[in-house]
């Protein structure tokens, strides 16, 4: 089993919808959870953490179900720039800490 | 202040040569993880490493593949005998300390390995 698990999608959604994205992970004793966006042969970039209590950043939701390994992303009113590859992302919690990344849900926002 | 710096961006290798990947962290960063990108697929860790120690390669191949990160200079991700399934984008990011528990890995542009 992956360490973290996403649907690879591809999703393609008119603008200005709400799209969300799931993401299991496997190790029950990882603290830390992360979304992060990589752009078309680009870097990844940090998009927002994910916190217990759910978090928002302007358009952006993250939330974390610890009992069920399951974070989540909610996009509302889609642009056209976020258009990207989204990574969930999953710090590993023993000895040398790194981060493990999901293989990427795929999006792409229509005009 | 100049974020992680790769090079080169872009290595065509024939099978059997030697690519040299490069890798200079943000100024004050002394931690440095490379991943490697296969197309249509997700980062994979392969190597974290502090100055002048490899603190965990467990996802390094254990044979063709080497890393360093000197005291001075970059850091230095070596792959012999490339093959074909080496063909792949290779990132590199750094932090300012060992938690990633913040979550803010630094990436580079990355560098593209093919492999004729």
């Known amino acids: 089993r992956k360490e973290v698990e996403q649907d690879p999608g591809p999703f393609n959604v008119p603008e200005g919808a709400t799209v969300a994205f799931n993401c299991t992970y496997s190790n029950s004793a990882s603290q830390s959870f992360f979304w992060y966006r990589q752009d078309c042969r680009k870097e990844p970039k940090l998009l927002m953490s994910?916190?217990?209590s759910g978090n928002e950043d302007g358009r952006f939701t993250a939330q974390l179900n610890r009992a069920s390994q399951y974070i989540s992303l909610l996009i509302r009113d889609s642009k056209l720039s976020d258009s990207a590859t989204y990574l969930c992302?999953?710090?590993?919690?023993?000895?040398?800490?790194?981060?493990?990344f999901g293989q990427g849900t795929r999006l792409t926002i229509n005009p | 202040n100049a974020g992680v710096m790769q090079n080169p961006r872009h290595l065509v290798r024939r099978r059997g040569q030697e690519a040299r990947l490069r890798c200079s962290p943000m100024k004050g960063h002394s931690h440095v993880y490379w991943y490697r990108q296969l197309p249509e697929e997700g980062l994979k860790f392969m190597v974290y490493l502090q100055k002048e120690n490899i603190i965990d390669e467990s996802g390094m191949p254990k044979e063709r593949f080497s890393a360093e990160f000197p005291k001075e200079g970059p850091s230095i991700l070596r792959i012999q005998q490339v093959v074909r399934g080496d063909s792949a984008a290779y990132f590199c990011?750094?932090?300012?300390?060992?938690?990633?528990?913040?979550?803010?890995?630094?990436f580079g542009e990355g560098s593209r390995l093919t492999v004729l």
């Open positions: 992302v999953v710090n590993t919690p023993q000895g040398a800490q790194k981060l493990v």
């Open positions: 990011a750094s932090s300012p300390s060992g938690t990633v528990s913040t979550g803010e890995l630094f």
């Open positions: 994910v916190y217990s």
